[in-house]
């Protein structure tokens, strides 16, 4: 599958990801409001193998997607929307640091808003940050996601071995107004 935006194509990962993704998993900025990494290349490996493996999935579940600078065919990132349960699916993203603040998170999240209610029929769609990842909230307000709350020691975070707090927000497909 592919969803084509202004800047953007979204796309399957292929095997030969592997080093740009890399690039961006291991960087330890990027992955600081993360519960995984900095990765090792056995971990960005098996984040793709997980990523290909979505693929395979029948029905599908994970549509965990590669970002792609249409002006430069950089890979840019990952982002995807995953059904957790009928009717439920909860968005992701992580960019590499060199192209924040461009507002290319937000035009893929926009993508796979309108693929998660278009395509896959979802009613609602979620995503959670950690209280103090501030343009990851910015990404979901800038989408049209309301603040549902804070979530109290919602996740484990291995690499500090302790709870961590999150934000939740949501839209529903009733309140999803396609781009013009
Ligand atoms: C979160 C992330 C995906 C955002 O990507 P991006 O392409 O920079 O996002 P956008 O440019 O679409 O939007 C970011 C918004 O946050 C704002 N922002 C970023 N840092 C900010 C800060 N410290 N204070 C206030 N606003 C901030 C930007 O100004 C922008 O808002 P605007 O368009 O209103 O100016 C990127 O920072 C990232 O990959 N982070 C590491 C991984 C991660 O945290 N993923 C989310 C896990 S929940």
Not at 11 to 30: C, G, K, M, T
Not at 100 to 123: D, I, K, T
Not at 166 to 178: F, G, N
Request: aromatic content about 10%.
């Amino acid at each position: 599958m592919v969803i084509e935006t202004e800047r953007l194509i979204l796309r399957e990962f292929i095997p030969a990801d592997l080093e740009a993704i890399h690039e961006y998993a291991s960087n330890p900025v990027v992955v600081k409001h993360m519960l995984w990494g900095p990765n090792s290349i056995d971990d960005t490996q098996s984040y793709l193998d997980m990523t290909l493996g979505m693929q395979e999935q029948k029905p599908r579940q994970g549509f965990e997607l590669a970002v792609i600078l249409k002006e430069s065919g950089q890979l840019i990132g990952g982002s995807g929307v995953h059904i957790c349960s009928p009717a439920i699916g909860e968005l992701g993203y992580c960019f590499h640091e060199l192209h924040w603040g461009r507002g290319y998170a937000s035009e893929a999240a926009r993508a796979l808003l309108s693929f998660g209610f278009g395509e896959l029929n979802l009613h609602r769609i979620f995503a959670t940050c950690r209280p103090d990842n501030i343009a990851s909230a910015r990404v979901m307000q800038k989408i049209g996601m309301r603040y549902e709350g804070h979530l109290r020691e919602h996740m484990w975070h291995n690499k500090d071995n302790r709870w961590v707090d999150s934000h939740q927000y949501s839209i529903l497909k009733q309140d999803y107004k396609q781009p013009l």
